[in-house]
């Protein structure tokens, strides 16, 4: 067991939740039924306290900004296709 969690799979509990907490923000930047929805509303539905750190750690998953992920998927459908 690692220090600050437990371990699932190889990976740490709380690494888990936060990417699974993360997939669901990315999946409620490509709804359409959300898009009036302002991303800071959509990452504190999934308990990110901060825009900044949700900003971050969506950079660091996804490669992109929330704002630049959800302007590019609402212009190209298929790069952001849910698998």
């Given amino acids: 067991m690692r220090p600050g969690g437990l371990a699932l799979g190889g990976r740490i509990v709380a ?3 936060r ?6 923000c990315r999946c409620g930047l490509v709804n359409v039924q959300l898009a009036a929805r302002p991303i800071h509303a959509i990452a504190a539905r999934r308990e990110f306290a ?3 750190l949700f900003s971050q750690a969506f950079r660091s998953a996804y490669g992109l900004s929330p704002r ?5 998927c609402s212009q190209a ?3 952001c296709a849910l698998p």
């Fill in 15 to 17: 690494g888990w939740i």
């Fill in 19 to 24: 990417a699974r907490r993360l997939e669901q």
């Fill in 50 to 52: 901060s825009l900044v």
């Fill in 68 to 72: 630049h992920f959800r302007r590019q």
């Fill in 77 to 79: 459908e298929d790069l």
